[in-house]
């Protein structure tokens, strides 16, 4: 006989094992289906985590090579590489074990295998020793993230030609890498390798880096990241990577049509990812899909099939963890019954370079596209405090904020702690806040936060350090 649950996840990522918790608080039987053999989804194992495992030691390890200007005089500082991995697992092991144990605690049902439809109340689930089990359910969830796309007649082979992942776990440091993607994580991978010594160029097709970000913090990015010895091919289309006797060429070619090849040992094909639901039998219930295959659903995150629901990479939106997170929240609360609710209007992003990039909310662009009077306030890191104590001064504070109201409508920043300072105005923008709310509340001296309090102020021109 086939078990039988009120409530099925498919997917143990950052949406599905949130999900699978908050129902099980709302007393539903709830299943987790999940075949990587451990939780967390990409994030945890191929993302988000190890990604910034490396970031971090990578900077430690770029800041001890140049600590003599600052005082400090070290002897000989050297890469041990394969502990530096080590260390990065060990963070993965422990938060997948973690993942695991709330899963338990909070009685979730977790099933480790390929899930596909059999029928709409009805999932198949395939182990590794190719065995199925049937399982039942009144409800389904789907979360099964995404995956990294490469280029026509590009495969990955994750040592020569690799995608995010294949960036995570290298041997070795290459003499040089090509990113191929000027987006969030082209540049964070590109950034890791660049600092424990690969010659980093960057190809990117637009005529700027971080699409859809504000306009001026990209353009500010591009010119620290160049400061820093990447380089940057923009506006520049690839034709075809091919492998030769001595490493890797990259066939390109710029705006005035003229071809370039460029050489290097690794390729980093980061330009983009898409929904992975290929293997789950979507059509045999008839789940309508868009034009980017992602899963149709109405704002109750329910899918054509009225007992068959989908949140995370797999439908619209940023494919950001927290996104999911919060529609596992909203979509578990929805089935029974209560309001839940994702404001997308607030959901922040942020970019793990040194310095790091954060922001929330509209950005310039898309305030003039919608044709919205906006007030500008700015502060520059060089005259904040703390940066200065730190030698951290790159970068500047933006908010956004409406003419009339002085409600904040955005807030993009780069500089040191940016991911962590964005949490402020992310709250500040939920509760309706506007520039003055902000400007009038006190910050302790000396922080990077004050940065946000001179900017609110400089939004009607009244900042006191600059």
């Not at 144990?101 to 295998?113: A, D, E, M, P």
């Not at 520049?236 to 710029?254: A, M, Y």
Request: aromatic share 4%; glycine share 10%; with cysteine.
């Amino acid at each position: 006989m086939s078990e039988k649950f009120q409530v099925v996840v498919v997917g143990g990522g950052p949406g599905g094992y949130v999900c699978s918790i908050r129902l099980a608080q709302l007393g539903y039987k709830t299943a987790c289906i999940d075949s990587r053999g451990v939780l967390g989804g990409t994030c945890l194992n191929v993302g988000c985590i190890p990604s910034k495992s490396l970031l971090n030691l990578s900077e430690k390890f770029y800041s001890a090579k140049n600590l003599s200007d600052k005082g400090i005089e070290v002897g000989s500082v050297k890469l041990n590489l394969a502990k530096m991995m080590q260390n990065k697992e060990k963070a993965i092991s422990e938060l997948t074990k973690g993942v695991e144990f709330l899963l338990k605690k909070n009685k979730v049902t977790y099933i480790k295998g390929y899930a596909n439809f059999k029928s709409t109340n009805k999932i198949i689930v395939t182990d590794n020793k190719k065995k199925e089990i049937i399982i039942e359910t009144e409800k389904t969830v789907i979360c099964t993230g995404s995956e990294p796309v490469s280029l026509p007649k590009v495969d990955f082979d994750e040592e020569k030609i690799i995608s995010s992942t294949g960036a995570l776990s290298l041997k070795s440091v290459p003499k040089k890498m090509v990113v191929i993607g000027g987006g969030y994580i082209g540049l964070e991978m590109g950034s890791v390798w660049h600092r424990l010594g690969s010659k980093i160029e960057v190809v990117e097709f637009l005529d700027h880096i971080t699409p859809g970000m504000d306009g001026e913090i990209s353009k500010e990015l591009l010119k620290i990241l160049q400061k820093q010895g990447i380089k940057f091919h923009l506006e520049s289309n690839v034709k075809s990577i091919k492998k030769g006797t001595k490493g890797i060429i990259i066939n390109t070619s710029n705006k005035e049509g003229k071809k370039i090849d460029i050489e290097c040992d690794v390729a980093l094909v980061a330009v983009g990812r898409k929904p992975n639901t290929a293997k789950l039998n979507l059509d045999k219930v008839g789940i309508e899909l868009d034009n980017k295959k992602r899963i149709k659903v109405d704002n109750k995150y329910q899918t054509n099939i009225k007992n068959i629901f989908a949140i995370g990479d797999v439908i619209e939106g940023p494919m950001l963890a927290h996104k999911a997170e919060d529609e596992g929240i909203a979509v578990a609360e929805i089935i029974d019954g209560q309001a839940g609710h994702v404001n997308y209007d607030v959901i922040p992003g942020v970019i793990y370079t040194s310095p790091e990039v954060a922001t929330v909310g509209k950005t310039e662009q898309q305030l003039k596209k919608d044709q919205v009077n906006y007030k500008v306030g700015k502060f520059s890191l060089m005259a904040n405090s703390r940066a200065k104590t730190i030698n951290e001064t790159d970068g500047f504070v933006k908010i956004l904020a409406d003419s009339k109201t002085d409600k904040v409508l955005g807030v993009h920043m780069i500089g040191a702690n940016a991911g962590e300072l964005i949490a402020e105005m992310a709250l500040a923008m939920e509760f309706g806040a506007s520039s003055e709310d902000i400007a009038r509340t006190c910050h302790a001296h000396p922080t990077f936060s004050e940065a946000l309090k001179e900017s609110a102020l400089a939004v009607d021109k009244r900042a006191i350090h600059s």
